[in-house]
């Protein structure tokens, strides 16, 4: 364990960021598999709503620093290419 103050409050904030990273990041797994699971399903309505909905936590994460602005660019444009693509 750290001694200095300063390093003891490093290692707090570090844990809190690491804590709010990972739900931002489950949050966004969760709305890429309802995304992905409306275009297997073939229901082309649903997949679009779910994509603005993808872009939206997505873009709060990109927002937060939790993913960079070339990621979220390139997941969203996969993801909407995907959409786009369905019969």
């Given amino acids: 364990m750290a001694n200095i103050k300063s390093a003891k409050k490093r290692v707090i904030t570090s844990a809190k960021r690491a804590e709010r990273n990972k739900a931002v990041r489950s949050e966004v ?3 890429v598999k ?3 699971a409306a275009i297997e399903a073939g ?3 649903e997949a679009k709503a779910a994509l603005q ?3 939206g936590v997505m873009g709060r994460a990109t927002s937060k620093g939790v993913y960079k602005k070339n990621t979220n660019a390139r997941k969203i444009s996969r993801m909407s290419k995907a959409v786009d693509a369905m019969e």
Wanted: positive net charge; without cysteine; glycine residues 0%.
């Fill in 43 to 45: 229901n082309k309505d």
């Fill in 29 to 31: 797994k969760t709305s």
């Fill in 53 to 55: 909905n993808l872009q």
């Fill in 34 to 36: 309802k995304v992905n």
